[in-house]
């Protein structure tokens, strides 16, 4: 599955870079949602239920990597892999997850919003995997792919989860699952391999109770 940088690692993104706040119900600190400062300092680093979590600094993905989904009720799970989001971030901060010495990892990207609009992208996210079973995603690069959708049992961490995995028919070993677990304001995003071993709840569970304490 192609729109996403950084070869060893599959990463993903729930929005771009960090802008400016939109508007809707107040989220961390009383009010503010957390800055991408505050988010690196929260995000998961050390070993952690059988991965190294390592912080990283460059961007997740590049300018060009605006995705559109064939079908508008979709969109928003094509915008985890866009620049262009519907709902932009104030803040993110992401860690690369490795297992051993291995080449396979994952990733878990935190971002930042109002609490109301936290909320609203999952509640999205929820009515994009309950309706697109299947839909082609395109990007300003050229490319274009068919993918399906399935619909996985929520991790029960958080104020509220969602989890899926998306397949190309045309290369199904490069299918990506991808957990979406709310604390208040913030959302951390867990991407791995469909073949590979799901994160640990108890991995997501820590990073959790971090952003709790930033909250």
């Not at 939109?22 to 059988?50: I, M, N, Q, W």
């Not at 997850?97 to 999952?122: N, P, R």
Request: charged share 20%; with cysteine.
């Amino acid at each position: 599955m192609r729109g996403f940088i950084r070869g060893a690692v599959v990463l993903l993104a729930l929005s771009s870079a960090a802008v400016g706040c939109s508007g809707g119900e107040p989220g961390g600190r009383g009010g503010a949602p957390l800055t991408s400062a505050e988010l690196a300092d929260a995000v998961l680093s050390g070993k952690h239920s059988g991965y190294e979590a390592s912080p990283q600094s460059e961007p997740l993905l590049e300018d060009v990597d605006v995705i559109t989904a064939s079908e508008p009720a979709c969109q928003p799970v094509a915008d985890l892999r866009s620049v262009t989001p519907k709902r932009a971030a104030t803040g993110t901060a992401w860690a690369a997850l490795q297992v051993g010495d291995t080449s396979a990892g994952a990733s878990v990207v935190l971002t930042s919003y109002s609490e109301g609009e936290a909320k609203a992208s999952m509640n999205e996210l929820k009515a994009a995997v309950a309706t697109c079973k299947g839909f082609t995603l395109s990007s300003r690069r050229g490319w274009s792919e068919r993918n399906t959708l399935e619909a996985l049992p929520p991790v029960g961490i958080g104020d509220e989860s969602i989890s899926f995995s998306v397949v190309s028919p045309q290369d199904p070993s490069k299918g990506q699952t991808m957990t979406i677990v709310r604390t208040g304001g913030s959302l951390a995003v867990y991407l791995t391999g469909t073949e590979g071993d799901p994160i640990p709840t108890a991995l997501m569970k820590r990073q959790h109770e971090q952003l709790q304490k930033a909250g």
